[in-house]
């Protein structure tokens, strides 16, 4: 009776192990702003062409439903189905919601500002079940804001020291750049957007200097970055994207007046049709 006892519970422990086994995570379409049709075009084809079910998230934006709508117009002509789901911090985790991401082959988060929509999704059911669709394969995309919210050490654009409206990011120095906590879906990395077109450096600088365990990808307007399972991206897009890796650099300091300085710095400038191996840290050939 016992070793029958103690071979039930061994297959039911190789189930769950085979279980998680087949658990793959997803893809990332991460889109740095002003996304153009090459790049949705590749988003409803990772999405299943003529069988996707995308679903539009657009609470970062301020006028949620004409861009829901605008996107979902996008992914209709591009021969996907699509459907937009806008809720508040207190609707998120209503059972209409959830059933929303029932059968979705993806998830696309728009733009607009960033900490909206961590405000109203941080700690739900409703992100633990995006996590859930993208940890057993799903794909989920974002732009702008939508892209800023994947890495967990989120760049919220706004600054606390300097106060001057007119002079973005002029300098690099400690505790400028506000960061909060992202969704997390890359861990090792700090994600920019519109990087090029609104002059960024200076802030990706500022946030990775502070964070040096962790890898910066800026990515600018018009380009888009698909992460796989292995760690490893693809730069899709008309324009460029950086990678700043501060982690083997040395002589982090700082002078009286709170300026950053580091050295041994590595930067990539990456185009279309390049590869990036995070785990490495080197492009690959």
């Known amino acids: ?3 029958k006892f103690l071979f039930v519970v061994l297959l039911t422990c190789l189930f769950f192990y085979a279980e998680g086994l087949s658990q793959t995570k997803g893809k990332l379409v991460i889109v740095g702003g002003v996304q153009v049709t090459s790049i949705m075009k590749k988003f409803v ?18 006028y949620p439903v004409e861009s829901s709508l605008e996107q979902v117009e996008e992914f209709t002509e591009l021969g996907a189905v699509s459907d937009y789901l806008l809720f508040t911090r207190e609707t998120a985790d209503a059972d209409s919601n ?10 696309f988060f728009l733009g607009g500002d960033q900490s909206d929509l961590t405000r109203d999704m941080l700690g739900t059911k409703l992100l633990a ?22 890495s967990e050490v989120m760049i919220t654009g706004n600054e606390l020291i300097n106060k001057d409206s007119t ?8 505790g400028n750049v506000e960061t909060k906590q992202g969704f997390g879906f890359l861990k090792s990395v700090i994600i920019d957007q519109h990087f090029l077109k609104r002059k960024r450096h200076n802030r990706t600088m500022s946030t990775l200097i502070e964070h040096p365990n962790l890898i910066g990808v800026a990515i600018d307007e018009s380009s888009a970055i698909v992460v796989y399972p292995d760690d490893t991206f693809e730069v899709i897009g008309d324009n460029q994207v950086l990678v700043y890796d501060p982690t083997k650099s040395n002589n982090i300091r700082e ?15 990456l185009i279309n049709g390049d590869k990036f191996n995070l785990k490495t840290g080197r492009v690959i050939e």
Request: no cysteine; hydrophobic share 45%; proline share 1%.
């Open 98 to 107: 959830l059933k929303k991401l029932e059968n979705v082959t993806a998830v």
């Open 167 to 174: 002079r973005n990011f002029i300098t690099i120095e400690r």
């Open 1 to 3: 009776m016992i070793k």
């Open 45 to 62: 084809e990772l999405a299943g062409g003529s069988n996707a079910k995308i679903i539009v998230i657009p609470n970062a934006g301020s």
């Open 255 to 269: 002078d009286s007046k709170g300026n950053l300085g580091i050295s041994e710095l590595k930067l990539h400038v």
């Open 129 to 150: 079940k995006v996590f859930e669709f993208y940890n057993n394969g799903g794909l989920v995309g974002g732009t702008s804001a939508g892209a800023a919210v994947m």
